[in-house]
């Protein structure tokens, strides 16, 4: 039975009990893993892949989740393998090899130096230039192509969030089926995985009859892949000069809190 890992890292063991000299290996968010069978206290026995190596073990079972979408699994592993490929949040986008990473987001939607008359692309170490739809926009491309016919190709990949975010919900007024993403108020939809939760920056007023009438605002956006009880965890990048998680709050009713400026959530329609 496949499951994946729903929490930040989890110990996989030799034996289904906790001891200081069994831990065979950590797995991480969104591992994939194969469970064979329960076993004593809350641990079941499963296989997954530890340092490029199949191992047999145990882990507990409580910190498992059931798959989703073929769709937003591939949306989400593109997330959490960019957050791994920047040291978990640690690598700094104008250091070697991380500013390299940054300039692939660029080359990806067509960006060059407009200083450079050589069309050279830009890169990490730009760092007066956001890089943040840049590398949403590469998640959901390189999701799209590890798909056969996925909508995410129909993504309005930009430079800005806005842009993708206003044509999201613009393509939800007119029915587009075509569009991977419907964008909805805070209060219309409740998060789920595989979702984009948007916020507003700086000091101006950001909500989401603005998004709807406007594609030019100061917005940054999140790919949600962990649902907790009380909040989401989502992955973007330019947060702190890398590419790091971020926990937005819920209401009691289970609609993302704007207590961080959050203003629409863009619902993955697969």
């Not at 069978?37 to 190596?53: E, L, R, T, W, Y």
């Not at 798959?67 to 937003?72: G, K, M, N, T, W």
């Not at 995985?193 to 940054?220: E, P």
Request: charged letters at 30%; aromatic letters at 10%; a positive charge.
């Amino acid at each position: 039975m496949k499951k994946y890992v729903d929490v930040s890292s989890l110990n996989f063991r030799s034996e289904p009990k906790v001891t200081r000299s069994n831990r065979i290996g950590v797995l991480h968010l969104g591992q994939l893993v194969d469970v064979r069978s329960d076993a004593d206290d809350n641990f079941v026995k499963a296989s997954a892949n530890i340092d490029g190596v199949k191992m047999d073990g145990f882990l507990s079972g409580n910190f498992l989740r059931d798959p989703v979408s073929d769709e937003r699994e591939a949306l989400i592993h593109q997330a959490i393998t960019e957050w791994k490929r920047f040291n978990f949040g640690l690598g700094k986008e104008h250091k070697k090899p991380y500013f390299e990473f940054v300039g692939e987001m660029w080359k990806a939607i067509g960006m060059v130096d407009r200083k450079d008359l050589d069309d050279i692309f830009l890169d990490g170490k730009d760092r007066g230039v956001p890089w943040s739809a840049a590398a949403i926009s590469f998640m959901v491309r390189n999701a799209g192509k590890a798909l056969p016919e996925s909508k995410y190709l129909d993504f309005c990949f930009a430079a800005a969030h806005s842009r993708y975010v206003h044509d999201s919900i613009v393509r939800r007024n007119k029915n587009d089926e075509t569009s991977p993403f419907w964008g909805f108020d805070l209060h219309e939809r409740r998060p789920k995985l595989g979702d984009i939760v948007c916020r507003g920056r700086g000091k101006g007023k950001l909500d989401f009859d603005i998004a709807s009438r406007k594609n030019k605002f100061s917005s940054h956006c999140d790919i949600i892949v962990r649902i907790k009880t009380d909040s989401v965890i989502a992955i973007g990048g330019n947060v702190a000069h890398s590419v790091k998680v971020t926990e937005y709050e819920k209401t009691p009713s289970g609609f993302l809190d704007d207590s961080k400026k959050a203003y629409a959530l863009l619902a993955n329609r697969h």
